[in-house]
């Protein structure tokens, strides 16, 4: 997102991240929680961009988070001005469990085969993620 115009660009940022959800920062969630990850701010008070990633355990739910930071921007830009924000959105990460469905879970599934021919009880802990 890039904040510019004649008003303090610094504080619409710190105002811009005031508006993201309560709770539901990386420090808030636990488990398969989706977030806002607030990155990086960098700039004056004359430009600044600041940088997210979002994260959520499901496509659904990461897309209704990007549609709401663009909701947010377009929100921002009606009460600030448009061209006083600009927010760019890419599909920078998604969740590794995504490319392991249908015919692609097939890993998976000799995995656990492989611990079962082997009498072998599989406990498999996602990382804030699922299986």
């Known amino acids: 997102?890039?904040?510019?115009?004649?008003l303090n660009s610094l504080l619409m940022?710190?105002?811009f991240i005031s508006m993201l959800p309560a709770g539901e920062a990386p420090q808030y969630t636990e488990g398969r929680e989706g977030?806002?990850?607030?990155?990086?701010?960098?700039?004056?008070?004359?430009?600044?961009?600041?940088?997210l990633d979002i994260r959520d355990f499901?496509?659904?739910?990461?897309?209704?988070?990007?549609?709401?930071?663009?909701?947010?921007?377009?929100?921002?830009?009606?009460?600030?001005?448009e061209?006083?924000?600009?927010i760019q959105l890419d599909?920078?990460?998604?969740?590794?469990a995504?490319?392991?469905?249908?015919?692609a879970r097939f890993p998976i599934y000799i995995a656990k085969e492989a611990y079962t021919r082997n009498n072998?009880?599989?406990?498999?802990?996602?990382?804030r993620g699922r299986l």
């Open 58 to 81: 499901s496509q659904q739910g990461y897309r209704d988070r990007m549609a709401f930071l663009q909701n947010l921007a377009d929100s921002c830009a009606t009460l600030w001005g």
């Open 120 to 127: 072998i009880a599989m406990n498999a802990i996602p990382m």
């Open 13 to 15: 940022a710190h105002q």
């Open 35 to 51: 977030y806002y990850w607030v990155k990086e701010m960098t700039g004056n008070s004359a430009k600044t961009v600041l940088k």
């Open 83 to 86: 061209s006083t924000i600009s």
């Open 98 to 103: 995504n490319s392991l469905e249908g015919e």
């Open 1 to 6: 997102m890039l904040f510019d115009e004649y």
């Open 91 to 96: 599909n920078r990460y998604e969740n590794v």
